[in-house]
């Protein structure tokens, strides 16, 4: 049995050529996020059990493609190109109007004037339940005292008081 290979070198080399794992990286990278862009933003803004699961599955859907790769280095190269991807759409979001708004839905009203809009809600998997809970959670005795409530883009629901 050995403990230690041979050669280390050859556990850190990069087998793969480097512009196969950079195309690989990115058509995941974006596939996923193409996918995760069409689902109910709450999906993205809470994680509760099943979202917890979902990223798990997917993230394991993902390793199989990536699953040719052997060597310390290709993951090294693997993981430098969707760490450069995560940034550059970080900073594109940034400095971009358009592509930010490309990334991120923008916000979608819930309530308005204390009445709770069942459409947007329905549209978001967003429950009256869940909804009560947060407005408790901002310390809103009531739905009355609500002039907006949105969803927004990243799935966080913010409040818009009455003064």
């Known amino acids: 049995m050995e403990w230690l290979p041979d050669e ?9 050529p480097i512009l196969e ?5 990115a058509v995941i990278y974006l596939g996923i996020m193409a996918l995760l862009r069409i689902m109910p933003r709450r999906t993205g803004g809470e994680l509760t059990t ?10 394991e859907a993902a390793t199989h493609t990536f699953s040719i790769y052997t060597s310390v280095g290709d993951a090294l190269v693997l993981i430098a190109v969707l760490l450069a991807i995560d940034y550059a759409v970080n900073a594109l979001s940034y400095h971009s109007r358009w592509f930010e708004r ?7 009203l819930l309530v308005k004037d204390g009445r709770l809009l069942r459409r947007n809600m329905r549209r978001e998997f967003v429950t009256e339940e869940e909804l009560m809970g947060h407005l408790r959670t901002h310390e809103i005795a009531d739905l009355s005292q609500v002039r907006k409530a949105f969803v927004e883009g990243e799935g966080d629901i913010t409040f818009v008081t009455r003064d």
């Open 50 to 59: 099943t979202d917890l699961i979902v990223i798990l599955l997917v993230a």
């Open 102 to 108: 490309a990334m991120t839905p923008p916000p979608l």
């Open 8 to 16: 280390w070198t050859a556990l850190f080399a990069i087998e793969t």
């Open 21 to 25: 794992l950079v195309a690989r990286g």
